[in-house]
């Protein structure tokens, strides 16, 4: 599909949505969503305080950019000095529409190396559970971005949703997500289909048009984040929650053996958790330049429960056994994972009952053995997911919280 075709078929569902007012940033399954991490009155101007779900990056200066929503938009700004202030936001799309801005579902961020600003996020449609997968770009630093256009070439008006976006060094632009047009399709006949699908496109002509929707499996989780980086061969690796079975939520990962085929995805946790729901609680991974995956996710299961990393080791081709961290008595969750070297980071989330806090463990032999966690930040309020970032050799933790607002905090 064109870029002008996408972009046709984007202007009569914004005005669909313009009827049946679904024109402000929202969650998706409400029912099962906390308050977000903003008490401002969309009234007022958009600001990163206010921001719903950030999304943060660094360029090859040093330049902190940001991805968030707030009143309808996506918005893009950036920091000169570490998240202390920054440059006025710039409203992505102009037309308001519904936005997907909190927890699982989020506006993504990617920069290439010539300096180009990709932003996807999911717009969801009038029915709950639905939508579709929105990207735009910028390529004069953020002072203008392209019309939104719709990436997945499906218009059922069914989930497609949950994206993740990536751009390697070549520049070209990966977008995966969680699709269930394969379960709308079943449901018509009868038929019964446990959970999504995982699709992707790509572009190779930075964002201007993209390759048509790929399947790479059947039965996923359908609300879980899904995770891209890259390998040492510049191709896409994607990371997600897997359904096996009945309702057993554990893990899958897909290389990619060129830029347009995915290889045969492999089950990388076995912790048997049986749960005929979704968990809400997508993996991370962070891949180093040897080829070694690290890898974060969250389970429930009877027998063993919690946070866990586990690392591939590409000189043996093998999982390394998967080793849990954190306090799960104290609701730890939401793992994110950073390498640089053989240096590796986990951060997460919890909770003792008064405030929320953000933990870090640390090792320094590529995940061989930890240091002692260490709690880094305290909020009293709402706070949103941690996330760890790199610019170059420095390692950050990005938090958005309700009484402090966005926080970047060095952790090297």
């Given at each position: 599909m064109t870029g002008y075709n996408r972009y046709y078929k984007a202007c009569l569902l914004l005005l669909l949505a313009s009827f049946t007012g679904n024109v402000l940033a929202s969650g998706d399954h409400k029912q099962h969503t906390k308050k977000p991490v903003s008490s401002c009155d969309v009234a007022q101007a958009a600001s990163v305080k206010c921001a719903l779900a950030p999304s943060a990056v660094f360029d090859a200066s040093g330049r902190l950019w940001l991805a968030w929503a707030y009143g309808g938009h996506v918005y893009v700004n950036y920091s000169d000095d570490k998240g202390k202030s920054f440059s006025p936001a710039l409203a992505v799309n102009r037309i308001a529409e519904e936005i997907s801005a909190r927890g699982e579902n989020r506006p993504k961020i990617a920069l290439d190396q010539k300096g180009a600003i990709y932003v996807s996020w999911t717009m969801p449609l009038e029915k709950r559970f639905t939508g579709h997968i929105r990207f735009s770009y910028s390529t004069d630093g953020g002072y203008h971005f392209s019309e939104p256009v719709i990436v997945n070439d499906n218009w059922d008006v069914t989930g497609h949703r949950f994206d993740a976006l990536g751009v390697n060094r070549q520049g070209d632009v990966y977008i995966a997500?969680?699709?269930?047009?394969d379960r709308f399709k079943a449901a018509k006949s009868g038929e019964k289909y446990h959970g999504a699908a995982v699709y992707f496109s790509w572009s190779d002509d930075g964002g201007k048009s993209f390759k048509p929707d790929k399947k790479i499996i059947d039965h996923s989780c359908e609300c879980c984040r899904v995770i891209i980086d890259f390998d040492e061969k510049d191709l896409?690796?994607?990371l997600w929650r897997n359904i096996y079975g009945k309702d057993v939520r554990d893990h899958a990962i897909?290389?990619?053996l060129s830029k347009d085929t995915p290889a045969k995805p492999q089950r990388v946790s076995f912790d048997e958790w049986h749960i005929d729901a979704c968990p809400h609680h997508g993996p991370d991974m962070s891949i180093n330049d040897n080829g070694d995956y690290h890898l974060v996710w969250f389970n429930n299961a009877a027998a063993r429960h919690g946070l866990?990393?586990?690392r591939h080791d590409q000189a043996s081709n093998r999982m390394i056994e998967?080793?849990?961290?954190?306090?799960?008595s104290k609701a730890a969750s939401h793992a994110t994972v950073i390498h640089r070297e053989n240096t590796v980071w986990l951060a997460w989330k919890q909770f003792d009952g008064k405030e929320e806090s953000v933990w870090l463990q640390k090792s320094t032999d590529n995940g061989d053995s930890w240091q002692q966690a260490e709690k880094i930040a305290v909020t009293a309020g709402s706070a949103d997911y941690p996330f760890l970032i790199r610019d170059k050799d420095q390692v950050y933790l990005q938090w958005q919280t309700e009484v402090e607002g966005f926080r970047l905090i060095s952790v090297n």
């Open positions: 997500w969680l699709d269930k047009r896409p690796v994607i897909v290389n990619f866990f990393y586990a998967a080793v849990q961290f954190g306090d799960f």
